[in-house]
């Protein structure tokens, strides 16, 4: 099974399981900031690649997202970041991760 998310912030559902609780621990590890966890600070996405060329960027973002992804939520596998490049204009990027939910 495949399905995409996008780090948006919503509102986090205690008790959540299953294939709701894997998009929601996604969304958590792609919408934090690395260093901000206190009891782990290296959960998160870093934001080394602020100011940096968006072909960098991109290339530093999405090699981060599937590195934390995997190793914060072992039920799946990053397939493929797309970018949405209407947001781009504003020095935005917004990604779109594909997931393999890994059946155990």
Do not use: C, H
């Not at 948006?8 to 299953?18: F, K, M, Q, S, V």
């Amino acid at each position: 099974m495949e399905i995409f998310v996008m780090p948006d912030p919503t509102e986090i559902i205690l008790g959540a399981e299953g294939l709701e609780e894997i998009i929601q621990n996604v969304r958590i590890i792609v919408g934090t900031r690395v260093g901000t966890v206190p009891l782990d600070r290296d959960f998160g996405i870093s934001w080394d690649m602020i100011d940096t060329p968006t072909p960098a960027a991109k290339a530093k973002f999405t090699s981060e997202i599937i590195e934390k992804v995997e190793k914060y939520e072992p039920r799946v596998k990053v397939t493929e970041v797309v970018w949405d490049e209407s947001e781009n204009i504003d020095g935005k990027l917004s990604p779109r991760i594909r997931l393999e939910i890994i059946e155990s």
